[in-house]
């Protein structure tokens, strides 16, 4: 069984060889640019990782693993645009380095791109995962929509909350491992239960996102603290907040709500933390959190491979619960 | 053999059928409502006609069609948002009728969606017309790159603006034609021979686009004569009046490249179009376009069908060149 850190050394060794130096330059560069960020590389790895369950050969599978990581850039490039973000990783985004209309074309041929890389999926499972990466690709649309729908919604409620995020963010790390589960042989009972591994690991994932952004350490989390709470972001703290609050308490959230005054930012993040603490959504968000995370857990249970197969795997899923940034 | 209106109402009975009025609501309409504006559908007819050169029943090729149609139209979509045109088609654009950031994601599903209709070209054909397409889109977006790259450009060669416009607008009616010969059993060297038809047409119908710019009858055109002479656009016949002119017709040219304001705007097109005239470049435009014709036409002539068969694909050739709209 290969670790964690060999698969990831394996992608981004795979993932330098691809050659962005080349014409017109105003449209490859940027995608460059956008890989060369970094990141963590989580949904190649998780391929990668299912493919080796049952198979020593991951190497069928790094196709499938590159197409699935330049997508999930794509869509952080054009979602950077919708959301005018300045900066990613301590870097400038791609419409902020050159133009929105540079973001927008580059975005288009990085999705291209994407599909080139599916594309070279061994031919007895192209069609199996062409169609999944597609279906995938077109709920996490649905994800971004309904997140900036919910931006302009009066109310949002929890489970409303859940299913943007399973769209947005999980059902990618769902794809991943049920690629290359099948692309190693797998049988699909074997490789849906690693897709409700990956979706409930991608919940559980988000909402620890949701956490850090007001509990998290601003040195390690590489983001500003409260953010969310200063964009009056409806994440899974919020809504809760709005539903469990008092009269009283609501009407002094709803007050901060209004308040958009930079000069008030600081006073807005630590009032609005003090009304989730007297309001103990930490706490439910907390266990909504690890509720996602044992049902993970219980689905890799189910996959028919030898326990200590499965040890990389739920190492990862642990590191992403545990971590702080 | 079917004839072109035949093969237009298959198409427009089938992506009739396709349903977006589906959640959410703000991701899917604008695609329903791009689709609606209509357009002559050239691109999914050209399959279906390559098809049908080959076999009768042109239901294999139809998926493959709607798909590349799907794309055509997304590359409008984003086109639009960059170019900052606010009308097509006598309609407000997606990003003037809704906003930027619905145009963008909008048109990435979009994207997806072609994707997915692709997918279902029939198995034995699944991966050659898959990279074909990919390959395709890539050159599309290279050369909406490279408009973008010209317009901040001194000096673009006409050999530049051909290759542009080859990989703008001529490689998808050339993938187009190939994908649906394939499909239909056709050999290489035929789907070869159609798609070099193909691009043959698209730089001719292009070059006609610039010269219907200027020459056109704007109640037919159906939009504004002289648009491309207000926005200095580097057109094959500008390309050539620069490259002709002497040097006091290439000053007043250049004087009235450097005019923007809009209460000269019929004198710069009445002037510019006198400019032309003098220079011969309205003739060196036709005689260019003759010359993709003939090539195309010679293409064609080199298929091995009967060449009755061969009737539409000549007529709709000829109707494309004639057209003044």
Redesign the interface.
């Known amino acids: 069984m290969k670790t964690f850190e060999e698969i990831s050394l394996i992608i981004s060794s795979e993932l330098d060889q691809i050659n962005w130096s080349k014409?017109?330059r105003?449209?490859y560069e940027p995608i460059g640019y956008v890989l060369s960020m970094g990141g963590k590389r989580i949904r190649p790895a998780l391929t990668l990782m299912a493919c080796n369950l049952f198979q020593d050969d991951v190497q069928p599978a790094v196709n499938t693993a590159l197409g699935l990581e330049l997508f999930h850039n794509f869509t952080l490039l054009?979602d950077d645009?919708?959301d005018r973000a300045d900066v990613r990783r301590s870097k400038p985004t791609v419409h902020k380095k050159w133009n929105?209309?540079t973001a927008?074309?580059s975005?288009?041929?990085m999705?291209?791109?994407s599909?080139?890389l599916i594309?070279k999926t061994p031919?007895a499972y192209?069609?199996y995962v062409?169609?999944l990466f597609?279906?995938t690709?077109?709920e996490i649309?649905?994800g971004?929509?309904?997140d900036?729908?919910f931006e302009t919604r009066d109310v949002v409620k929890a489970e409303e909350y859940l299913e943007m995020i399973r769209l947005k963010t999980a059902v990618l790390l769902g794809c991943a491992l049920k690629c290359g589960a099948r692309i190693a042989g797998a049988g699909e009972e074997d490789a849906q239960n690693l897709y409700d591994f990956g979706i409930n690991i991608g919940l559980a994932f988000q909402l620890k996102d949701d956490l850090l952004d007001v509990y998290g350490d601003e040195a390690s989390f590489g983001k500003k603290i409260g953010g969310d709470i200063l964009c009056n972001k409806k994440t899974y703290l919020l809504i809760h907040a709005l539903e469990q609050a008092t009269t009283e308490s609501k009407k002094e959230l709803n007050n901060w709500l209004n308040i958009s005054d930079e000069k008030f930012s600081d006073e807005k993040i630590t009032s609005v933390t003090k009304i989730y603490n007297q309001l103990g959504v930490r706490t439910i968000c907390e266990d909504k959190m690890l509720e996602f995370y044992t049902m993970a857990v219980a689905n890799l249970e189910k996959v028919s491979v030898s326990d200590i197969k499965k040890q990389e795997l739920r190492n990862l899923a642990s590191k992403l619960m545990s971590r702080n940034d």
């Open positions: 014409e017109p105003g449209l054009h645009i919708m929105d209309n927008i074309l975005g288009d041929v999705q291209i791109a599909y080139q594309a031919a192209l069609k062409l169609d597609s279906q690709a077109a649309c649905e971004q929509q309904y900036v729908d």
